[in-house]
C-alpha cells in the first residue's frame, strides 16, 4: 500500500519562500519518479516539478522555472519542492506524486502517476 504524505504548506506574502516535503512508503523495490503538481479552483491540474530519483533528470514546468527547486534526501524516499519568490498565481493546493519508471525516463503528464498525496494548500498573497 502506497503512501504519500506531504507537508510544509501555508500561506505566504509575495515574495516569500516555502519548502513543501513529500514522504514515499510502501513501494515495491525499484526506481521511482516523484513530483509535484498543482491545482486552483476552477483549473486543471498541472505539472510543476518532476525528478527520477535513481536517474536524476529533473523537470520543470514553464511558469516555476528560476524560482522552484525540486530535490529528494539520501533515501530517494521524500522529495522537496523548494519554492522562492512566490507570486499570488502559485496559489493553489500542491499535491506529490509518484510513479515506478525506468531511470532514464520522466513523466510530466498527471497521467502518468499511479499515487498521489492528499494535497497541500499554499497561499500567495
Known amino acids: 500500500h502506497v503512501q504519500l504524505v506531504e507537508s510544509g504548506g501555508g500561506s505566504v506574502q509575495a515574495g516569500g519562500s516555502l519548502r513543501l516535503s513529500c514522504v514515499a512508503s510502501?513501494?515495491?523495490?525499484?526506481?521511482?519518479?516523484m513530483g509535484w503538481f498543482r491545482q486552483s479552483p476552477a483549473k486543471e491540474r498541472t505539472g510543476v516539478a518532476v525528478?527520477?530519483?535513481?536517474?536524476?533528470?529533473?523537470w520543470y514546468g514553464d511558469s516555476v522555472k528560476g524560482r522552484f527547486t525540486i530535490s529528494q534526501d539520501n533515501s530517494q524516499n521524500t522529495v522537496y519542492l523548494q519554492m522562492n519568490s512566490l507570486k499570488p498565481e502559485d496559489t493553489a493546493t500542491y499535491y506529490c506524486?509518484?510513479?515506478?519508471?525506468?531511470?532514464?525516463?520522466?513523466?510530466?503528464?498527471?497521467?502518468?502517476?499511479?499515487?498521489w498525496g492528499q494535497g497541500t494548500q499554499v497561499t500567495v498573497s
Open positions: 506524486a509518484a510513479t515506478l519508471c525506468d531511470s532514464k525516463y520522466l513523466p510530466t503528464r498527471e497521467a502518468s502517476f499511479s499515487d
Open positions: 525528478l527520477n530519483t535513481g536517474g536524476g533528470a529533473i
Open positions: 510502501g513501494f515495491t523495490a525499484g526506481n521511482k519518479c
